[in-house]
């Protein structure tokens, strides 16, 4: 009694703290099996649930058995220590220090336990268990690839964290030893007191055989280290740092046998100290000292012979790990003088040429299109739609909520009345009003649509940005949009979020998000949901954190006008042996422009470095409910194979998917760039042209920046259609001259497939800083540049596009008008097009291509009249059969003929209807 009323305070102290840690963690998983619930997850829920407090218990547990290892190889009942306190000597009861000690270890193993319950800390555990074994087996230790991607990332660190306190353990038994007398130095060595000797010895044979087990698997770390060359052990690593390890190694079981022999035995042999001794130097001479003078003395007298089998591994894993040996090369052995008659046969590609740039149209966009100052585009995506029977480029924006801007952002508006942005604008990539400016085919609040295109669930709650929590279904109106002078609202009619059902929900989310205005407020039912997690990319996160996210999501508009969102999901992993490794998400081309504001959301999904990149998952979210669908495009994968093992409820097959929305996925950007960043070195495959670099690529550059791939639609070289094709140029390193295009193919049985076509070394192939720099020396065009740049306005040049098209390459390059003054539209004013050495400047992409074929100069000194005869390239579908049109209806206005001209103008209003 006397001794629980001593220890009392402290108890209590315990006792609150962990009440509080225990009422936190407790609530915490409420919220989240609340959000799991809410998108019908619950299984997934559970099976990271068991598997974080499975891992939490193995670590935890290890951390504490192994630290009170170290208080227990001190017996019992032991005299008190006696230390000095300035001029006294006071005792301290031994297994008092033993008692706080055990105390202090539990409650550090209780948040060693915590940190590693995390979710990829359980992944890892159930990665081991579900592994889909197999894959190709390592030219070095000819271990399966399964073995690199699951096993060895799980079994290293829970090695490494074993050997590091056991060695803490030995550390404070030594201590502990030294102040309570069993352990004694003298002259002759250390003594060590008979029970103190068996059970410390036990304990550093164990902390020495974790150490060599440490030493062993760090052999397997060679396999994706990176050197100057290549990536992985080249001929020094091979011949000496691999054998010295596993030496080393052994030497550390040899010495945890002499470990456990001095444990049980009187002897005083110093046979565990020599042994170890051994092990240590074997470590350093031959981890070390050995492998320098290896490379100075063998190696680089003979470089690429001592290293050619190690740089052919290298390409051939780093091939495979990116999926690059299935790259198809093509050569183009000369490009072709075409007709016009050509580029008539490629119709469809001409017309679907890029005329407008993200960054002009995102900014008119936002100034014809926004309506009201809490609206914002954060993004333009690309896309393809079939319009009318042909298959046409678009440029989608979604209309989402900016509460920054809010006019009054008190709690209410910021969380019950504005709850949801609305609809979207689509542009045609090539259609420009007569001032300039864009033409769309969806446009305005609520949405209006051509009847090919309609839209009818167009509410966005759930969107590419952060956004707060909000509370639907409430006594205030949700503002839907604006009607003239007044406000439209409407109901949350969803299945997403979590009803506030009861009194406990409203205290359990008051909690949550810091307030009491949830459980105060009376405008809240208990029809009322609430949903948070807005974000795509967290929600996409949160189920699967094992997944990379792309950061350029794309809104889809299905045939049955419904708003998704789509967003492509990499398995990625820095284990796989000889591949190149890239530092994860800077890896892609200009990389800020693609995590900017709420797309720092999916930044957190990338590894610091991968060397394996895989696209096998297309993430469909719902932007009403904030539900996901996760298709898997290719369950070839190994990754995603044990993924679907694991979570089995939660991957469809892609055959579930559906044609319409099949025909929007795509060969997504953010892969692509880091696949064509790689393919700059590993498209050679000869081991002596890769190690003189002989034929190395760069990415074209403008303005200092790389060039970023781009979509287009076009008709590949030897193929019968058109596709919808990401490409991208390459120019030879330190030259402005092109030597090939790559392309990343989406469409049908293609899809995920690329293709690189190469031009003869030979032969100038103009790069896009010598077509710039042919732009700038026309005198007319950039005397016309000059002028527009000194009248209260300046020109802004959009992107270079290299579009191959009937066995040549087209140079197109769109010219915008903008106003210095705020808020100016930038306008499409011109279209300078090359060929061949022939560079022309007009007003629209038809009479560029035009002034190509009729030797015109490059200037507009003497522009088409209107009486010729103007070529189907690049105008409008239709426009043959509304010129045929207007010249038969204006013979028969000339003749009287009204009922023929009446019939005339019918036909006429029917062409215009069929081609928005």
């Not at 268990?129 to 230790?141: H, L, Q, R, T």
């Not at 990149?613 to 993430?619: A, C, G, M, S, T």
């Not at 076509?757 to 010598?770: A, H, N, S």
């Amino acid at each position: 009694m006397n001794r629980l009323v001593r220890n009392g305070p402290w108890l209590l102290l315990i006792l609150l703290i962990g009440s509080g840690w225990a009422i936190e963690t407790l609530m915490d998983e409420s919220v989240d099996y609340l959000w799991f619930s809410s998108l019908n997850a619950l299984s997934i829920f559970w099976t990271y649930f068991w598997a974080r407090l499975l891992s939490g218990i193995i670590f935890g547990s290890l951390f504490f058995i192994t630290l009170f290892s170290a208080l227990r190889t001190i017996p019992g009942k032991i005299p008190p220590i006696t230390i000095r306190v300035g001029p006294r000597l006071q005792e301290i009861p031994v297994a008092g220090i033993r008692k706080t000690l055990t105390i202090a270890i539990f409650l550090l193993s209780l948040f060693v336990g915590e940190g590693f319950s995390d979710p990829n800390s359980a992944l890892s555990f159930l990665s081991v268990i579900k592994a889909a074994n197999g894959g190709p087996s390592d030219p070095v230790f000819h271990h399966p690839l399964s073995f690199y991607l699951f096993d060895l990332p799980f079994w290293e660190p829970l090695v490494n964290f074993t050997t590091a306190v056991l060695i803490i353990s030995v550390i404070v038994s030594l201590i502990l030893g030294k102040l309570t007398g069993f352990l004694r130095a003298s002259q002759t060595g250390f003594h060590f007191e008979p029970i103190y000797r068996k059970r410390f010895f036990f304990l550093l044979a164990v902390a020495v055989g974790s150490l060599g087990l440490s030493v062993f698997l760090e052999r397997y770390d060679l396999l994706t280290k990176t050197h100057e060359m290549i990536t992985g052990p080249g001929y020094t690593e091979t011949h000496s740092t691999i054998p010295a390890l596993l030496f080393a190694s052994i030497m550390a079981f040899l010495t945890t046998a002499a470990c456990l022999l001095a444990a049980f035995s009187e002897s005083k042999s110093l046979l565990p100290l020599g042994l170890g001794t051994t092990a240590a130097a074997a470590y350093f001479i031959g981890a070390v000292i050995y492998p320098d003078m290896l490379e100075r003395f063998v190696v680089l007298p003979d470089q690429f012979h001592r290293e050619k089998p190690y740089i052919e591994k290298n390409i051939q894993w780093t091939r495979m790990a990116y999926g690059l040996d299935r790259v198809k090369v093509e050569h183009i052995s000369e490009l072709k003088t075409p007709s016009q008659q050509d580029f008539e046969k490629n119709a469809p590609t001409i017309n679907n040429i890029r005329l407008w740039d993200h960054r002009p149209l995102l900014t008119t966009v936002r100034q014809l299109q926004q309506i009201r100052t809490y609206y914002q585009f954060p993004l333009l995506a690309p896309d393809r739609y079939t319009v009318n029977g042909q298959l046409r480029q678009v440029l989608l924006a979604p209309r989402e909520l900016s509460y920054s801007n809010l006019p009054s952002p008190n709690w209410i508006n910021l969380h019950l009345a504005y709850t949801h942005g609305h609809g979207l604008i689509m542009a045609p990539v090539n259609r420009v009003t007569d001032e300039g400016l864009p033409i769309f085919w969806i446009r305005n609040i609520p949405p209006e649509t051509p009847a090919s295109l309609p839209l009818k669930h167009s509410r966005i709650y759930f969107a590419d940005r952060n956004l707060p929590y909000a509370i639907v279904n409430t006594q205030v109106g949700e503002f839907d949009y604006p009607s003239g002078n007044k406000n439209v609202y409407s109901h949350y009619n969803g299945k997403g979020g979590i009803r506030l059902s009861s009194t406990m929900r409203k205290i359990l989310f008051s909690y949550h998000f810091g307030t009491p205005k949830i459980f105060l407020s009376d405008a809240i039912t208990p029809e009322s949901r609430i949903l948070f997690h807005r974000n795509i990319f967290t929600i996409v996160h949160n189920l699967a954190p094992y997944l990379t996210l792309d950061p350029d999501p794309v809104p889809i508009v299905t045939a049955h006008g419904r708003l998704l969102w789509m967003i492509d999901a990499y398995t990625t992993s820095s284990h796989v042996p000889y591949s190149k490794e890239v530092p994860g998400p800077l890896a892609m081309i200009n990389p800020r422009s693609h995590f900017a504001g709420g797309h720092l959301s999916a930044l957190g999904s990338w590894h610091r470095e991968i060397n394996m990149i895989h696209n096998p998952v297309r993430v469909i979210v719902d932007p009403q409910s904030g539900i996901p669908t996760f298709y898997v495009t290719d369950p070839s994968d190994p990754m995603i194979a044990t993924y679907r093992a694991i979570f089995p409820d939660l991957y469809k097959p892609m055959e579930m998917m559906g044609t319409d929305l099949e025909s929007h996925l795509r060969f997504p950007p953010g892969i692509f760039s880091i696949l064509a960043k790689v393919y700059e070195s590993y498209h050679m495959t000869d081991p002596h042209t890769f190690f003189n670099r002989e034929d190395l690529w760069d990415l074209p550059t403008r303005n200092e920046q790389s060039m970023s791939p781009y979509y287009t639609v076009m008709r590949l070289p030897g193929s019968s259609k058109e596709e919808y094709v990401l490409m991208l140029p390459y120019t030879p390193s330190q030259r402005q001259n092109l030597s090939a295009w790559l392309v990343g193919r989406s469409d049908g049985k293609h899809l995920g497939g690329m293709k690189v076509f190469t031009f003869p070394k030979e032969r100038l192939i103009y790069g896009p800083d010598q077509i710039e720099a042919r732009i700038d020396q026309r005198g007319p065009i950039s005397k016309q540049l000059t002028l527009w740049n000194q009248q209260g306005s300046h020109v802004v040049r959009g992107t270079l596009l290299i579009i191959p098209v009937a066995g040549t390459l087209l140079y197109v390059e769109p010219l915008y008008l903008e106003a210095t003054s705020q808020g100016a539209l930038p306008e499409l004013r011109r279209v300078i097009v090359s060929m061949g050495d022939r560079v022309v400047m007009r007003k629209t992409l038809s009479e560029a291509i035009d002034a190509l074929f009729n030797n015109a100069s490059g200037n507009e000194a003497n522009p088409p009249q209107k009486h010729e005869v103007r070529s189907r390239i690049g105008e409008e579908d239709g426009w043959v059969e509304l010129h045929a049109l207007e010249k038969d209806a204006d013979g028969a206005l000339r003749n009287g003929d009204l009922q023929r001209l009446g019939a005339d103008m019918k036909k006429i209003l029917n062409t215009i209807r069929k081609h928005p």
